[in-house]
T-cell receptor, first 116, second 112 residues
Framework: DAGVIQSPRHEVTEMGQEVTLRCKPISGHDYLFWYRQTMMRGLELLIYFNNNVPIDDSGMPEDRFSAKMPNASFSTLKIQPSEPRDSAVYFC??????????????FGPGTRLTVL | QQPVQSPQAVILREGEDAVINCSSS?????VHWYRQKHGEAPVFLMILLKGGEQKGHEKISASFNEKKQQSSLYLTASQLSYSGTYFCGTEGPSNAGNMLTFGGGTRLMVKP
């Protein structure tokens, strides 16, 4: 199993530019989560999907952030326009569904975003 | 609401023991423990479900006190490889939400 895959691993962009982060969850997992991690705010949940449907997006900071999951094997997190305060490490995690309530979330390697 | 972890940081000598605590203000269904090394993703260590069970993984074990709404992670005879930041992620009062709320982390440094 390849685990959760994220791309790019590093992104440096200028303020005002559009940024798209990508995630491929573990095959067979029904849940996908997007997190943001900073020194000041720690690990924050932005949004999560179940069976490709957004369930809770209350953590999305503002309208500049959007996330989609067009199919079970791909999700994107988009920031438009980007601002320096968006600089952080963005993690994607996935989790199996079904009757196994002891399952947990498995994290991808993260995308380190720097907005200049 | 975010669970509170204590201590925020701890420095150990190799072979020493440590305890990391995670307290929640709400009823919990489960507690998930992760370790994150610098520049890497959080890695799952173990999950504890309500019922007060204790789990172990090599020299790392954990307990969950449902009544006190807290969990503790025990690191015994620490090794250099234990260094990193430990996070607890809590779920509750049921598992219906499938969401974890993470604590602020405990930075552990093990020195030779």
């Amino acid at each position: 199993d390849a685990g959760v895959i994220q791309s790019p691993r590093h992104e440096v962009t200028e303020m005002g530019q559009e940024v798209t982060l990508r995630c491929k969850p573990i095959s067979g997992h029904d849940y996908l989560f997007w997190y943001r991690q900073t020194m000041m705010r720690g690990l924050e949940l932005l949004i999560y999907f179940n069976n490709n449907v957004p369930i809770d997006d209350s953590g999305m900071p503002e309208d500049r952030f959007s996330a989609k999951m067009p199919n079970a094997s791909f999700s994107t997190l988009k920031i438009q326009p980007s601002e320096p305060r968006d600089s952080a490490v963005y993690f994607c995690a996935s989790k199996g569904g079904g009757a196994d309530f002891t399952d947990t979330q498995y994290f991808g390697p993260g995308t380190r975003l720097t907005v200049l | 609401q975010q669970p509170v972890q204590s201590p925020q940081a701890v420095i150990l000598r190799e072979g020493e023991d440590a305890v990391i605590n995670c307290s929640s203000s709400k009823a919990l269904y489960s507690v998930h423990w992760y370790r994150q090394k610098h520049g890497e993703a959080p890695v799952f260590l173990m999950i504890l479900l309500k019922g007060g069970e204790q789990k172990g993984h090599e020299k790392i074990s954990a307990s969950f006190n449902e009544k006190k709404q807290q969990s503790s992670l025990y690191l015994t005879a620490s090794q250099l490889s234990y260094s990193g930041t430990y996070f607890c992620g809590t779920e509750g009062p049921s598992n219906a939400g499938n969401m974890l709320t993470f604590g602020g982390g405990t930075r552990l440094m093990v020195k030779p």
